[in-house]
């Protein structure tokens, strides 16, 4: 069974970056949405990003909380994903996970945020961000 692990976490300072990495253990068809969740403590998961490959160009969504500070990418030959966080602030402190949609491959639009539609899931990795 392909397994998702996600690196790139820490602790840092606002303003700062982090770049998180999420590679499966075996082959994801590009067409399969890839994204990435949070969950505060005390809070629900939420959706951060998500990106697919329609007609070999990526096609991505992010919640409004983190446009223009967060860039999700993907390497389809390495099967990984990545989350480039820039100004980071107290409120993005969470962990965060990497997840697959495995059952849909995506032929136009944007992924779905509904959690409830992605199969794989990672263990998560820390990001903590002081101020």
């Known amino acids: 069974q392909v397994k998702l692990v996600e690196s790139g976490g820490g602790s840092v300072q606002a303003g700062e970056s982090l770049r998180l990495s999420c590679q499966a253990s075996?082959?994801?068809?590009?067409?399969?949405?890839m994204a990435w969740f949070r969950q505060a403590p005390g809070k629900e998961r939420e959706g951060v990003a998500t990106?697919?490959?329609?007609?070999?160009?990526?096609?991505?969504d992010y919640a409004d909380a983190v446009k223009g500070r967060f860039t999700i990418s993907r390497d389809n030959g390495q099967n990984t994903v990545y989350l480039q966080m820039s100004v980071l602030n107290p409120d993005d402190t969470a962990m965060y996970y990497c997840?697959?949609?495995?059952?849909?491959?995506?032929?136009?639009?944007?992924?779905?945020?509904?959690?409830?539609?992605?199969?794989?899931w990672g263990q998560g990795t820390q990001v903590t961000v002081s101020s």
């Open positions: 997840a697959v949609d495995t059952d849909r491959q995506y032929v136009a639009g944007v992924c779905d945020f509904a959690q409830g539609q992605y199969t794989l």
């Open positions: 075996g082959n994801i068809d590009s067409r399969n949405c």
């Open positions: 990106i697919v490959f329609v007609d070999g160009e990526s096609s991505v």
